[in-house]
């Protein structure tokens, strides 16, 4: 068979068959009075099922097979769990099924009574033949539906994303400051250069930072040091400042370098080496020491903003895309698709779990209300949405867009997604 048991799951689930006039392979009449809850942990597929069998009216647990043989391929009639099954549902009967008792447990098959068409869209949506599996679809579907189930998985990606926070927050024992820089140092690498900028967090600890927070040169040295650009001979001023202080520094925190192959340049825009990014989170560093606890207390999108704006990059860098190497025409300030970026990805990030850790959803409600306000973010896998007809107004559409692609759509989980089992109802 060409489809899976998620299938029939769906069909009885919302009982998109014929329900009057059942009888189960027994000759019994059945009446679905509810269809009963998805279990989504061990044992039987649905759990409080209510049902007339002949006269007599049952409450419990309902399974579902492609073929009533699968009873025996899954282990069932070796598991005490299953005795509590009122009905099987089936696709094919091929095996009467008993309990341990040595009672028959009833049968309805669903072959007959789903329309075809059901099963035709099922397959087109499971066949893999176009980017995404209702492409040809989407544009149809009623954009209430669309909005309603994006407005839930975000939270559902918040929620998810919040628990690497949370464990690097257990390890940093509670400090959300420290977890902060390492989130934000993470950022500012962006996709290219996201782990060296990590390890670069981890290898550079928070406090020691913190310590020279009012000397620019300190920080600078520091973060370059640690970034392991500071080993080379320099002929220019500004580089062998920045080498000199390091080497004070290094001896006295006791320092080790990562290793300079870790940072990628090719392919990449000069305004996006990891010099420059650098630069930038040096500055930042600089700007707003204690930036967590300055997001916490920014509630306007645009003074948000302003705090990744006109940072104090140091003036080497407005003539230097890397060490010793002269360029013009530099761009020294991240610009303001990467201030957005860092804002929808990391400080909303941080607002929501913070919220969710303290119990304080004012914190929830100020992340999503800055999504809402920042433009939808442009990439490949949000472009192939807007391509099919998809209007996405902002960044909390495009975040939930990311979700559902990478949750439900590279998946194939449309009968798990609002949107595929509205089609599939249709």
Known sequence: MDFSEHFLHFIWRFRLFNTFGLFCTDGERLEILTPGLINKDAGPDFSMAKLMIGNTRWAGQVELHLKSSDWFVHGHDKDP???????????QHDQPVYRTNGSLIPVLVLKDLFPRHLLNIY??????MNRFPCE????NIDPI?????????IIERFEHKSEEIFHKLAHNRG????????????SFGFKVNAVPFELLADALPYPILLKHKDNALQIAALLFGQAGFLTSGFTETYPRQLQKEYSFLQQKYRLMPLNIE???FLRMRPQNFPTIRLAQFAALMLKSSH???RILETENLKDLCKLFIELPVDVYWQTHYHFNKVATKVVVQPGVKSVHSIIINTVCLFLFSYG????QPEYIDRALNFLENLPAESNAIVGQYVSSGLKVGDALMSQALLQLNKCYCTQKKCLNCGIGIKILKK
Do not use: C, P, Q
Not at 145 to 153: D, G, Q
Not at 175 to 186: G, I, N, V
């Open 81 to 91: 769990a299953y005795n509590a099954v009122i009905l099987h549902v089936v696709y």
């Open 123 to 128: 397959r087109e949506l499971m066949a893999g």
């Open 136 to 139: 040809k679809h989407i544009k």
């Open 145 to 153: 539906v669309i909005h309603s189930f994006l407005a839930r998985i």
């Open 175 to 186: 400090d959300w400051e420290l977890t902060f820089y390492h989130f934000m140092a993470k």
């Open 262 to 264: 870790l940072w990628k």
């Open 291 to 293: 930036l967590f606890s």
């Open 356 to 359: 969710k850790y303290t119990d």
